[in-house]
């Protein structure tokens, strides 16, 4: 029998973040005592699995971690709030990429360095095509290209709903986009030769097949466009935010969640209709600004 459950795969970056609330980030040569620390998985595409299966999807990610004790602990984290992990750099002993992270805790705002994805190239695993098959929506967030094309390519033969974490522009980007349906993008997405506006942007999207857009601006409202001139805004809920670390990557798990509820069991690239769209960025940005309430990106999951 089918799950009830919508099915999530995800593709993307993992990395081990170590988050340090602080009065304000240091100056050079300068050390400070944190207030609090959390260690969790991160990276856009594992933060958006985590969110799918808070949210009551199963979820399953496609990443590289490896075998070194950074990289089990990354994956213990997301394992134990039920994410399925596909780790296809096992065999490496190297570390993976660890993200540093200074949250100041009077603005919520953060300060990051990590190595991303660098340092590892992922075949497709052989079970792709029925991990695919399995699931109501894909989601990318650009990291991983290689991997990210060919789980495009399975996923646009398989009819399954797509959709794209456009955080910044990366090298790759235009060959992925023919095969999204769905794209949500920060402020800092940025094609080259498009004016730095939120319409050149929507167009740009437009013009390389993706049907349903939008942009993400903080706390500003989030502007979307679909086909036939459809479009609008989205309010972004108030909050007092003690962190944004992870809010764009919660949106993109809520939204996933909200479509691939609604799609459940259908033909999911056809059924997103104007309303339905902007309701699951409602829904999206309510989860996002509730993430940005607490520190950390776990506090607000054990909050509700």
């Not at 705002?109 to 992922?122: I, K, Y």
């Not at 402020?187 to 030769?193: C, I, M, Q, S, T």
Request: glycine fraction near 10%; proline fraction near 5%.
């Amino acid at each position: 029998m089918a799950s009830e459950r919508p099915v999530g795969l995800f593709v993307g970056l993992c990395t081990l973040d170590v988050i340090q609330l602080v009065d304000r980030v240091p100056a050079s040569d300068e050390k400070l005592t944190a207030r609090e620390q959390v260690v969790a998985a991160g990276g856009p595409a594992a933060n958006a699995s985590a969110a799918f299966g808070h949210l009551g999807g199963r979820a399953g990610l496609l990443t590289a971690v490896g075998s070194h004790p950074l990289g089990l602990a990354a994956t213990a984290d997301l394992e134990a709030l039920g994410v399925t992990v596909t780790d296809l750099a096992a065999d490496s002993a190297e570390p993976p990429a660890v993200s540093s992270i200074l949250v100041t805790a009077s603005s919520g705002e953060r300060a990051v360095a990590s190595t991303n994805a660098t340092g590892h190239r992922l075949a497709p695993p052989r079970e792709l095509d029925a991990l695919v098959a399995a699931s109501d929506v894909v989601e990318f967030d650009g990291h991983h290209m290689e991997l990210a094309l060919a789980t495009a390519h399975a996923a646009r033969a398989a009819g399954r709903l797509t959709l794209l974490d456009a955080g910044s522009w990366k090298d790759g980007t235009p060959d992925l986009l023919p095969y999204i349906d769905v794209a949500v993008c920060s402020a800092d997405f940025h094609p080259p030769g498009v004016a730095d506006s939120v319409t050149d942007t929507l167009e740009f999207l437009r013009e390389h097949g993706v049907t349903w857009r939008a942009v993400s601006r903080g706390g500003r409202p989030l502007v979307w466009a679909g086909p036939d001139g459809a479009g609008g805004t989205v309010e972004v809920p108030a909050v007092r935010v003690a962190d944004t670390l992870g809010a764009g990557d919660f949106l993109h798990g809520a939204l996933a969640h909200h479509l691939a509820s609604r799609t459940h069991h259908r033909a999911a690239r056809d059924s997103l209709t104007p309303e339905g769209f902007a309701e699951a960025l409602r829904g999206a940005t309510a989860v996002a600004s509730r993430a940005c309430a607490s520190f950390g990106t776990r506090a607000w999951m054990r909050e509700g």
